[in-house]
T-cell receptor
Framework: DQQVKQNSPSLSVQEGRISILNCDYTNSMFDYFLWYKKYPAEGPTFLISISSIKDKNEDGRFTVFLNKSAKHLSLHIVPSQPGDSAVYFCAASVAQKVTFGTGTKLQVIP | NAGVTQTPKFQVLKTGQSMTLQCAQDMNHNSMYWYRQDPGMGLRLIYYSASEGTTDKGEVPNGYNVSRLNKREFSLRLESAAPSQTSVYFC???????????FGQGTRLTVV
């Protein structure tokens, strides 16, 4: 039972445009959500997070939106850059347990 | 600054062999995790340790054992490797589950 789902395995965006990556979850007990970025042959690296008591968090070009009623979060990257090409994982935590989604491969086309 | 160090980086095992994956962190983090990454499956939690002296099962614990040797080290053992355990294994650490986790570079394990 996949509690955290990323339904788009891949996404292509032109450089300079907005990238929107989506994530849905089923467990209403999740209280913290995180996004990670992963390049090939490397471990994931943390990007941005949001607490369940908030609906938006911004950090530079990255913004995460949380819609608790829809159990949906999204990551917006504006403007997208070629170096953003990577696999993006959303993750959700409750207690000490963190559950990851299946990932979305983002390609930013120069 | 080493962060999270995993050894080995690559390993090939025969079915039935045993091995231990080592992980150490130098950030004084309380929590440590072992994940496996398989194509189309994302990162799945095998075991985690919320603090020194405690370990708990994640989503896919069968076939694995762990030891939190001290605050720095968290090892993952495969007692009798199976081809289904062919995967990339990542160790991670964090101060708490709702703070950013730092990942090692991964161990690519092939069981033949």
């Amino acid at each position: 039972d996949q509690q955290v789902k990323q339904n788009s395995p891949s996404l292509s965006v032109q450089e300079g445009r907005i990238s929107i990556l989506n994530c849905d979850y089923t467990n209403s007990m999740f209280d913290y959500f995180l996004w990670y970025k992963k390049y090939p042959a490397e471990g994931p690296t943390f990007l941005i997070s949001i607490s369940s008591i908030k609906d938006k968090n911004e950090d530079g070009r990255f913004t995460v939106f949380l819609n608790k009623s829809a159990k949906h979060l999204s990551l917006h990257i504006v403007p997208s850059q070629p170096g953003d090409s990577a696999v993006y994982f959303c993750a959700a935590s409750v207690a000490q347990k963190v559950t990851f989604g299946t990932g979305t491969k983002l390609q930013v086309i120069p | 600054n080493a962060g999270v160090t995993q050894t080995p980086k690559f390993q090939v095992l025969k079915t039935g062999q045993s091995m231990t994956l080592q992980c150490a962190q130098d950030m004084n983090h309380n929590s440590m995790y072992w994940y496996r990454q398989d194509p189309g499956m994302g990162l799945r939690l095998i075991y985690y340790s919320a603090s020194e002296g405690t370990t708990d099962k994640g989503e896919v614990p069968n076939g694995y054992n762990v030891s939190r040797l001290n605050k720095r080290e968290f090892s993952l053992r495969l007692e009798s490797a199976a081809p289904s355990q062919t995967s990339v294994y990542f160790c991670a650490s964090s101060d708490r589950a709702n703070t950013e986790a730092f990942f090692g570079q991964g161990t690519r394990l092939t069981v033949v």
